[in-house]
């Protein structure tokens, strides 16, 4: 059962001014006399643009989501593309700002980007990057690259790739995963292998590439440094898709080190840039042959990977600030967050378990925290706090029942089980977006836990807030 929520859209946003020192505070509040009456000076004008306040239509009310009738999400998931990502911080938001005043040849900033991205992440030598819009677009214009190479013919030409001297792509089984849709729409053909034999077998003349999915590398018979040296050998290309897999940040520099052809990280994750930005570091021909695969080259298969200006000075800033940080203090402040929510449930008996975290795991490394219910003094499972977390209003706590892999359509031969349009089966798909997990082991149904590094400053309060609330009402023992 589900208990109404005391919690109105003042209410939350009035609480979520004050623990943020009024940044967010809407102007339909202020109008209400429930924020500061001082009055703002005029912003200052950018390249003759003057900053403006929006006082008619769309935003006017300082609440779009409410005007669009959508529900906004305290993230406690992680970087999960269906929830929108991540969140970027506010010195990237200002170099998005400033990549609007001017205009720029797309190419050149794109060419300098790589250069700027290649110093930052210590590629090796003849190296160089691209900024792409998403993981999942670099491996679009990457795999492309390697099948076109620099010749206008063929880069009209994809997907219709039946006629290309190379165009097969060798994959070990254990690493299909729901992102090889992107190397298969530019009309390569994926070969399965599982051991090392099949690998160097399945090579022929067509063979182009070698996809490693480094999320899966463990699920695999054949090692990353292994696949590379198959792959020099014989002379063909390697892809790493390592979306989800910084930090540690220094995976960054550490699988290009490898000696992987190209390697592509995910920009609106953990980086926390713009959410529609990916990093592609490789080969400098293979970035240009990249480049020359997506926008704003017209008539390419990337044409519709489009990355703005703003887009481009967002990620850098991004990639900077998460390269440069410290993340022990990182680590400190999940903890101080966690710790606000265990001192605020402590008096009904809920308690913190250690935290889990593993430095090394594949992808997605970040803590998680887990408390502990009493049943002996509350009659609530873990299961039923999370819905009522999910449930509370006007601004969610997490999203259960959607799914990372996002909306599915129907199975022709299968009976309807779902409205049309409506998110995926409820549950929880892998938090990096891509491959199939295993079967969770049963939890405790005592237990109820999540994530706090996707945290804006005071959510870990309100989160606080709405726990108190919701065993405060829980039936006693």
């Known amino acids: ?254 699988y290009p080190a490898v000696g992987f052809d190209m390697v592509t990280f995910s920009g609106g994750k953990d980086i926390q840039g713009p959410q529609a930005s990916g990093i592609l570091i490789g080969k400098e021909e293979l970035i240009r042959w990249s480049l020359l695969n997506m926008s704003p080259q017209e008539d390419r298969i990337g044409r519709c990977c489009k990355v703005g200006k703003e887009t481009i000075f967002g990620l850098l800033k991004a990639l900077e600030i998460f390269v440069n940080q410290d993340y022990d203090a990182v680590l400190r402040s999940y903890d101080a967050k966690a710790q606000v929510i265990t001192d605020a449930i402590k008096r009904f008996g809920v308690t913190a378990l250690p935290r889990k975290f593993n430095p090394q795991a594949l992808g997605n490394v970040t803590p998680t925290y887990t408390w502990q219910i009493d049943p002996a003094k509350l009659r609530i499972t873990g299961h039923e706090v999370m819905l009522e977390l999910a449930a509370t209003r006007p601004v969610g706590i997490g999203s259960m029942g959607a799914g990372a892999s996002g909306m599915r359509g129907r199975m022709p031969d299968a009976p309807a089980t779902h409205a049309e349009g409506s998110p995926t089966v409820p549950g929880h798909a892998p938090a990096n977006d891509a491959p199939p997990a295993p079967r969770r082991p049963e939890r405790d149904p005592n237990n109820f836990g999540f994530a706090v590094w996707q945290l804006k400053d005071g959510e870990d309060k309100l989160i606080a807030n709405r726990l108190v609330e919701i065993f405060s009402k829980a039936p006693k023992a």
């Open 1 to 254: 059962m589900l208990w109404k929520s005391d919690w109105s859209r003042r209410t939350f946003l009035s609480a979520l001014g004050a623990l943020t020192g009024g940044a967010l505070v809407p102007a339909r509040l202020e109008a209400e006399g429930l924020a500061s009456k001082e009055s703002k000076a005029p912003s200052s004008s950018v390249d003759g643009h003057p900053i403006v306040p929006i006082t008619s239509g769309l935003g006017s009310t300082g609440d779009i989501y409410a005007e669009l009738g959508v529900t906004p999400l305290v993230n406690i998931v992680g970087t999960v593309t269906v929830i929108g990502g991540s969140v970027m911080k506010p010195e990237v938001m200002e170099l998005i700002r400033r990549g609007n005043e001017h205009f720029v040849l797309i190419d050149e900033l794109e060419i300098a980007a790589g250069k700027y991205i290649a110093k930052l992440c210590k590629s090796p030598a003849g190296y160089t990057g691209l900024v792409t819009g998403g993981a999942a677009a670099a491996m679009v214009v990457g795999y492309s690259a390697m099948m076109t190479e620099d010749l206008e013919p063929r880069l009209i030409a994809v997907p219709d790739v039946k006629d290309f001297p190379r165009n097969e792509v060798i994959i070990q089984k254990s690493h299909r995963y729901a992102f090889d849709h992107q190397i298969r729409q530019t009309g390569a053909k994926l070969i399965e292998v599982e051991t090392r034999e099949e690998m160097i077998a399945a090579i022929n003349p067509k063979t182009v590439a070698i996809h490693f999915t480094n999320i899966q590398s463990d699920m695999g018979k054949v090692s990353g440094p292994e696949t590379v040296a198959i792959a020099k050998a014989h002379g063909i290309y390697t892809f790493n898709d390592a979306s989800a897999d910084v930090p540690p940040k220094e995976r960054l520099w550490e």
